[in-house]
């Protein structure tokens, strides 16, 4: 951690010492594992997701190696069907939302200037959680006991008569273990930006990112109980003997689906969101000039979360329902595309008015807006039931979700990467490194994925592990395979270049490229405290803005140095007067000791053991009664408003 | 145009109905910028369409197509602008234009958007139509791994091959036997699902002779890659002889390996899951195969219907289609050609 900053003007040397010795941790493996600090889980977050991110892309390279010629015997299929699912899986719930909740970990207090997330503790036992749920869903692989029934596990293939062994008790589990966490860190993210907002940073002035990342945390809250209920029901079924999904009983088979995908269609947009979020992040550094139609674009953020709770059926087009309700979905799917487009034009618009600056985060947004804009054309297809009828379930639905995927949610995060890299570590990437990156990146994913349009249209189905030697098919899937091959070195080069960044990389200034939000203004990487003195927002673009500066230079109010302990500044909902300081929580290994006996639980869960439940669960309360036994806290600190 | 994947396949098996090999049909010449419109050399492209729903979804794909290009071409000039004219010290403006962002960005998408949705309600009101009192019935069930088919009035079933009338609307009732799977025949009609415990319809009618090649669509386990089938069309002569001979116990065997075939098929442990009309043989877990010799192929899609591939299947169909219900089966080498000739009579 750096400790060269020069003190700020209006904070004396005495204040600067008493706020490293509050917020300061000395390394050692205790202070690793009990650690609360927003910024050292953020960046765990997007280790781990990266690593997740890593395994289940090789698990695709295994899988388009399979089918990179017809009736290749390279994996079988139970292996097979086990990579797509845990791939899936993976991908969607243990790399994307989780890296985001990484980005967002990291720089929503810095945004809003503050000096940590509004409930540091449930923020480590979230990394913890969301940690122990992903080893516990990797580790099946190896046992040949991982998930294989997609990542939407549908009934009545995932239960206990057509799919015995422990595949989806895995899946079912794991993701209801993983739920603890999303939730959790959904909760804390809407607290913190309602909450912690730096003085004078009304509505009005809160950045996109965090705009976004605000709507994603209130769209994971509302639709991640479906799914936990869906999994609840499922895991009943097979190990208990309930009938939640059985028709022979009285159950139903599409009560499943329908609860998926009132999860399942949120889900799309709680990757895609932040990640817009990020591009509108990056986009000012980059065009010297603030994203056009700041409030269009809040409008379509509110509204996509509003509308994509709208639209689930969609996925079930094919199983019959009744027209009219097609309609009506058809409808809200088609209607979702104008906030996005509304997106578009902002950025396009803002690079049109701006000075561009051809950075290596500037080329993933372009790279981003020339991808996702076809993934949303075959998103706005998909709305057209007659079509979507005809193509569901085949090789053109894999290329529109990955489109959309990749497009919007990974090049944005690349971006991301590059454009908070010196941020994050202190240091510069390699400027080179990168752009080869890039090219080998957007070069793969569209060889990759473009002739899947083509030979889903020609027939070839999803989910198969192999396919005979049709003319159009066979071909086409071997030039997906060779760009599957470029995307991984794309991958490979990313990460060469942040371990270059780590080790090579020269010192970074507080800021690089100019940057309009408050991270900006803080040391790089940031001192443990954030900021000395807690900025009073003038304006949507504090750190072009003067005022911000003069706020915490010489004559700064002493009510936003909070140096008598860990503390930070509470401000009111909507137009962020300051209210009072709050005490923040000390480093405490309680999170990891909850996560852990939660992990015992799930894992006795699974492998029936029903007595070290019992325990686990006993565990489990013992250390949230210590949790939250009311703490002695020290004075409260008065603050004017 | 024959428009199978299995093109030799299929011709074969029709030769055989004939008595004479006929020959492959010429792939059409130049495919270079036809690959989009699906001149893919015998796929079972949706836009290859031969059914009147299938045609109908395959012009609406045409109509999305062309307005995704105009879309996509206007954002990339815009882009191009930028990076073009954006870059190096052009003074920088200021400004919102809010009335661009909502015009471009809201405004024309809506306009576009409602036309589509319109669009899109006509067309699916057209596939929805099944309310045909007059149209043939025929019941799909869809089993792990294979496509179980029986026709309205008639006591024989058959597996993976569905004959229709040319030219005529054909009902199809989907059930399943166990877990979600869904019929679709790209050239034909769009996919609809089978649910367990619930039952579905749809409709077929091919516009033009030939067979059509199917498959599931919906992930359906350990071999949803091998779950293919072939829709038949043909005269209205042929369909009517193809319905009589499903009412017909199986051709009886006519030399003596037929006969000794016959003999381990009904007494071995073959007829415990499958049935032959005609014979005791009335197993119901795998497909009937009274019809076995004439089928397009082995394992729902697995492998061609030959006598080696058969032989194959028999003695161990789990390295042919791994994980599918059927053991390998203890028939003793002695007894295996004879089995073979038994079966491939079967047509």
């Given at each position: 951690m750096s400790t060269t900053s020069t003190p700020s003007a209006g904070v004396g040397r005495e204040d600067l010492e008493r706020l490293a010795a509050h917020w300061e941790e000395r390394p050692s493996l205790r202070a690793w594992l009990s650690t609360v600090d927003h910024k050292k889980i953020g960046r765990r977050y997007l280790v781990t997701a990266g690593f997740f991110f890593v395994l289940a892309g090789l698990s695709a390279l295994v899988m388009r190696t399979q089918l990179g010629?017809?009736?290749?015997?390279?994996?079988?299929p139970q292996e097979y069907n086990q990579l797509f699912s845990m791939h899936g899986t993976a991908m969607v719930f243990l790399f994307a939302t989780p890296m985001l909740f990484g980005f967002g970990n990291f720089l929503v207090p810095l945004m809003i200037g503050?000096?940590?997330?509004?409930f540091p503790r449930l923020n480590a036992f979230g990394y913890w959680v969301f940690l122990f749920a992903g080893l516990f869903m990797w580790a099946s692989l190896p046992f040949g006991a991982a998930p294989n029934n997609g990542w939407f596990g549908y009934v009545p293939l995932s239960d206990e008569q057509n799919n015995p062994g422990l595949h989806m008790d895995v899946y079912a589990l794991g993701l209801l273990f993983l739920g603890i966490s999303t939730t959790s860190g959904a909760i804390n993210f809407i607290v913190t930006a309602l909450k912690l907002r730096a003085p004078g940073m009304s509505l009005n002035r809160v950045p996109l990112f965090v705009w976004a990342i605000v709507a994603t945390a209130f769209m994971v809250v509302f639709a991640l109980p479906a799914l936990n209920a869906d999994n609840a029901m499922l895991f009943l079924d097979r190990r208990f003997g309930t009938h939640f999904f059985d028709p022979s009983h009285g159950g139903n088979v599409l009560l499943w689906q329908h609860l998926f995908w009132i999860f399942g269609h949120p889900d799309v947009y709680i990757i895609v969101m932040p990640a817009l979020g990020i591009v509108s992040a990056v986009l000012p550094a980059f065009t010297r000039r603030g994203v056009v139609g700041y409030v269009l674009v809040v409008l379509a953020i509110v509204s996509i979360s509003i509308i994509s709770f709208g639209v689930w059926v969609h996925h079930m087009f094919a199983t019959g329902l009744p027209q009219l309700s097609f309609s009506f979905f058809s409808a809200a799917s088609t209607i979702i595309t104008i906030p996005s487009g509304v997106q578009i034009f902002a950025w396009l618009a803002t690079m049109l008015l701006g000075r561009l600056v051809l950075r290596v985060p500037l080329l993933f947004v372009i790279g981003f807006i020339v991808t996702f804009v076809l993934g949303g054309f075959t998103g706005a297809m998909f709305a057209v039931t007659a079509f979507d009828q005809q193509t569901t379930d085949t090789y053109f639905v894999v290329a529109h979700f990955h489109y959309v995927l990749i497009g919007g949610a990974v090049f944005p995060m690349l971006a991301g990467v590059y454009y908070w890299l010196p941020k994050i570590t202190g240091r510069m990437y390699h400027e080179g490194l990168a752009r080869w990156a890039f090219w080998l990146f957007f070069t793969g994913m569209h060889v990759t994925f473009f002739p899947m349009h083509l030979y889903g249209l020609f027939g070839m189905p999803r989910r198969v592990y192999t396919y005979p030697n049709i003319a159009g098919w066979a071909g086409w899937n071997l030039v997906s395979t060779i760009g599957s091959y470029l995307l991984a070195l794309g991958v490979l080069l990313t990460i060469v270049g942040v371990v270059h960044t780590l080790r090579r990389g020269r010192p970074a200034p507080p800021d690089p490229w100019g940057g309009d939000t408050l991270e900006w203004s803080t040391a790089s990487p940031p001192e443990p405290y954030n900021f000395p003195v807690l900025p009073r927002v003038h304006s949507l673009h504090p750190t072009w803005d003067a005022r911000t500066a003069e706020s915490t230079?010489?004559?700064?109010?002493?009510?936003?140095?909070?140096?008598?302990?860990r503390r930070t500044l509470l401000t009111s909902e909507l137009d962020a007067r300051q209210e009072r300081a709050v005490a923040m929580p000390e480093s405490t290994l309680k999170p990891l000791a909850l996560a852990g006996a939660l992990l015992l639980g799930f894992t006795a869960l699974l492998l029936a053991w029903y007595p070290v439940a019992v325990v686990a669960a006993l565990a489990v309360a013992a250390t949230l009664a210590v949790w939250l036994w009311p703490p002695r806290l020290p004075e409260q600190e008065e603050v004017g408003p | 145009m024959d428009t199978t994947a299995d093109t030799t396949r299929t011709a074969a098996r029709r030769a055989g109905r004939r008595g004479r090999p006929r020959p492959l049909p010429a792939l059409p010449a130049a495919c270079g910028l036809l690959l989009l419109a699906?001149?893919?050399?015998?796929?079972?492209?949706?836009?290859?369409?031969?059914?009147a729903g299938a045609i109908r979804v395959a012009n609406l794909w045409w109509l999305l197509f062309w307005i995704s290009v105009a879309v996509f071409v206007e954002v990339m000039a815009l882009l191009a602008w930028a990076l073009v004219f954006r870059r190096g010290a052009v003074r920088v403006r200021h400004g919102q234009p809010l009335r661009f962002v909502a015009i471009a960005g809201a405004g024309v998408p809506l306009l576009i958007l409602v036309a589509v949705y319109a669009v899109g309600l006509r067309d699916l009101a057209a596939l929805g139509t099944?309310?045909?009192?007059?149209a043939h019935t025929v019941e799909v069930i869809g089993h792990k791994w294979w496509w179980e088919v029986r026709y309205e009035g008639r006591s024989g079933a058959t597996a993976n091959e569905i004959h229709i009338p040319v030219g005529e609307r054909v009902r199809v009732r989907l059930r399943t036997a166990d877990v979600l799977h869904s019929f679709w025949v790209p050239q034909l009609m769009p996919k609809t699902d089978l649910i367990s415990g619930e039952v579905r319809e749809t409709w077929l009618r091919a516009e033009r002779q030939g067979s059509y090649r199917g498959q599931c669509a919906e992930y359906c386990g350990t071999q949803h890659a091998h779950m293919a089938f072939l829709v038949v069309a043909e005269s209205r002569a042929d369909f009517d002889a193809y319905l009589a001979r499903l009412d017909a116990p199986a051709p009886a065997p006519r030399t003596d390996a037929e006969r000794r075939g016959q003999q381990t098929f009904v007494q071995g442990t073959c007829a415990a899951c499958h049935s032959v009309r005609g014979t005791d043989a009335s197993g119901r877990v795998g497909p009937d195969l009274s019809d076995v010799g004439a089928r397009w192929s082995i394992g729902a899609g697995a492998v061609p219907n030959d006598a080696g591939h058969l032989g194959g299947w028999i003695a161990n169909s789990q390295t042919v289609k791994p994980g599918n219900y059927m053991p390998p089966q203890p028939v003793p080498a002695a007894q295996l050609p004879d089995l073979l000739a038994y079966l491939r009579s079967l047509k």
């Open positions: 010629r017809p009736e290749s015997g390279l994996v079988a503050s000096r940590d997330m509004a230079g010489p004559g700064a109010s002493a009510d936003r140095v909070l140096s008598g302990g | 699906g001149c893919s050399g015998g796929s079972p492209s949706a836009l290859d369409a031969h059914g099944t309310s045909d009192p007059d």
